[in-house]
C-alpha cells in the first residue's frame, strides 16, 4: 500500500499525559497537512509543511501542541498536557505541489481519546 | 467568518436512483473545489474537483455543479450503489494550501 499511513490508529490517554502521532506520506509528496475531525463535523486545518519547512499553522494549534517534519519525509504531532477536549480524530494528508493540482490525500487517522 | 456550508445533514435514496448532494459557500473569491467521500472508520477520499472557471466536470457516475452566481456547487452520483453510503464533504481551497471543509451530508442507501 502506497498510501498515506498514520501510527497508532487508536490512542486513549489519561488526561495531562503527552502523546505523539506519526504520519507517512506519499512518497513522493513534497506537502504534508494535518487537521483534526470531531464527531459530526468536517476536518479543521492545523498546519502544513513544504518539505520539512513549516508554514503555516492555525490558531487551532494551541501552544500544548507540536509539529515537525524533520527530514521532510514522515511527521510528528505531539499533544503536551492532553485535555479532555483534544479527544478527536487526527488526520494527515499529503500531496504533491505540482501542475495546479491541489489533491491532497487523506491517511485514515489517529483517533485521541482523553480520559 | 467565511465558510463553506451544506444544505442538508442527512439524505436517503433508493438504490439505484440518482443522487444530489448540495453545498453553498460565501467567499465570492474561492476559485478552487473539491468532493470528498468519507466512509466510517477512513479518512476523506477524493472524489471530483472543480475550478472556478468551469460549471461542470463529470467523473465516473459523478458530475459537480458549480453555480458562482449564487455560490453554490453540487454533487450528483449517478445510479447510487450501497458502497455510495458516506459522509460527502465539500472542500475550499484557500491559499493554495489548505482545505476548509463544510459539515457533510450522510448518504445513505436504501436496498
Known amino acids: 500500500d502506497t498510501g498515506v499511513s498514520q501510527n497508532p490508529r487508536h490512542k486513549i490517554t489519561k488526561r495531562g499525559q503527552n502523546v505523539t502521532f506519526r504520519c507517512d506520506p506519499i512518497s513522493e509528496h513534497n506537502r504534508l497537512y494535518w487537521y483534526r475531525q470531531t464527531l459530526g463535523q468536517g476536518p479543521e486545518f492545523l498546519t502544513y509543511?513544504?518539505?520539512?519547512?513549516?508554514?503555516?499553522k492555525s490558531r487551532l494549534l494551541s501552544d500544548r501542541f507540536s509539529a515537525e517534519r524533520p527530514k521532510g519525509s514522515f511527521s510528528t504531532l505531539e499533544i503536551q498536557r492532553t485535555e479532555q477536549g483534544d479527544s478527536a480524530m487526527y488526520l494527515c494528508a499529503s500531496s504533491l505541489a505540482a501542475g495546479g493540482s491541489y489533491e491532497q490525500y487523506f491517511g485514515p487517522g489517529t483517533r485521541l481519546t482523553v480520559t | 467568518g467565511e465558510s463553506v456550508g451544506l444544505h442538508l445533514p442527512t439524505l436517503s435514496v433508493q438504490e439505484g436512483d440518482n443522487s444530489i448532494i448540495n453545498c453553498a459557500y460565501s467567499?465570492?473569491?474561492?476559485?478552487?473545489f473539491i468532493w470528498y467521500k468519507q466512509e466510517s472508520g477512513k479518512g476523506p477520499q477524493f472524489i471530483i474537483d472543480?475550478?472556478?472557471?468551469?460549471d461542470k466536470r463529470q467523473g465516473q457516475r459523478v458530475t459537480v455543479l458549480l453555480n458562482k452566481t449564487v455560490k453554490h456547487l453540487s454533487l450528483q452520483i449517478a445510479a447510487t450503489q450501497p458502497g455510495d453510503s458516506a459522509v460527502y464533504f465539500c472542500?475550499?481551497?484557500?491559499?493554495?494550501?489548505?482545505?476548509?471543509f463544510g459539515q457533510g451530508t450522510r448518504l445513505t442507501i436504501n436496498p
Open positions: 472542500a475550499e481551497i484557500r491559499g493554495a494550501q489548505k482545505l476548509v
Open positions: 467567499n465570492s473569491a474561492s476559485d478552487y
Open positions: 509543511f513544504q518539505n520539512e519547512a513549516q508554514l503555516e
Open positions: 472543480i475550478r472556478s472557471n468551469m
